[in-house]
């Protein structure tokens, strides 16, 4: 067993090398482990800075230790995420003063100059998302305006045309390394395909029309997103098309995970932009009606 272990070490330093060694004219790069395993990813995409963490509103006992879900900016007011990450488990609404969103920072621990700590003036969840447990989808409106001059925020552009099946994708979050494992402290980011719907009812027979399902690029190894990557935005072709629902796929070879297509709840996200969110008190109270029905 000591041998076996001195030998997995040693494999394990000559493939970071190599993979350094094979990658070392791209700038920027740092390892990153995705989701049980280590791999190499640019860090200097662009739509990183749109990508947020949702947070309560206190952390316990250091900066950070209060990240929960991955959210994504789409204007300089409003984040989207799933709706599992602002109701309880009976579905019920969070109160908007129990979250807090912080933008400008890839570190999940540290605080820079352009870290921004927003609070929340609402959170709108669709209104079919309590009742059938689709529609995972939520907009947080923040309370002030994310800082416009900072580089290291911007919103995502959202895609005007679902994407082909088969295309290479990213999802990133602040999620878990593994299965009931840390958080990451950096946000990852992990390369996806983008599968059709007959691929993930196979296993998943629930799969409806505004569901997205993607597996890992590679074939034997478990990457994917995890608990804490929930509301993690979904890039295709440099667009914003998915947000991460259900983190089936997270430590699971050829496992898929669940998104809602942003695309497909384009409508219903801007009559609430329109609205500039006065459609929340009818949310509010369809949600609490629902709960009460249900008890």
Known sequence: ??????????????????????????????????????????????????????????????????????????????????GKCVTSRGKVPRRPRELVVVSGSLSRLNQTRETEKLPVSFAAVHPNYIMFNTNDIALLKLKDPVNENFQE???????????????????????????NGPLVSNLTMLEVQLITPAQCRRFIP????????????NNTLPVGPCPG????????????IGIVSYTM???????????????????????????????????AIGMLIWSYMMT
């Open 1 to 82: 067993m000591y041998i076996d272990l001195i030998l997995y070490n040693y494999l394990l330093l000559i493939g970071q090398v190599w993979c350094s060694s094979s990658n070392n004219n791209h700038s920027g790069r740092q390892i990153l482990k995705g989701k049980g395993i280590f791999a190499l990813k640019p860090v200097d995409l662009p739509l990183k800075t749109s990508v947020v963490s949702l947070r309560s509103r206190t952390a316990e006992a250091y900066f950070g230790d209060n990240h929960f879900c991955t959210g994504c900016l789409i204007n300089d007011f409003f984040v989207i995420t799933s």
């Open 153 to 179: 925020t911007d919103p995502a552009p959202q895609a005007l045309s679902r994407p082909p099946y088969g295309s290479k994708c990213i999802v990133m979050g602040w999620g878990r390394k593994f299965a």
């Open 206 to 217: 629930e799969m409806t029309d505004e569901m997205l399902c993607t597996v890992s690029r």
């Open 229 to 240: 990557d929930t509301g993690g935005p979904l890039f295709c072709n440099d667009a914003l």
């Open 249 to 283: 796929g997270c430590s699971r070879v050829n496992f898929p995970t669940v998104y809602t297509s942003v695309f497909y709840h384009q409508l219903w996200i801007e009559d609430l932009l329109d609205r500039g969110g006065q459609q929340r008190i009818k949310l």
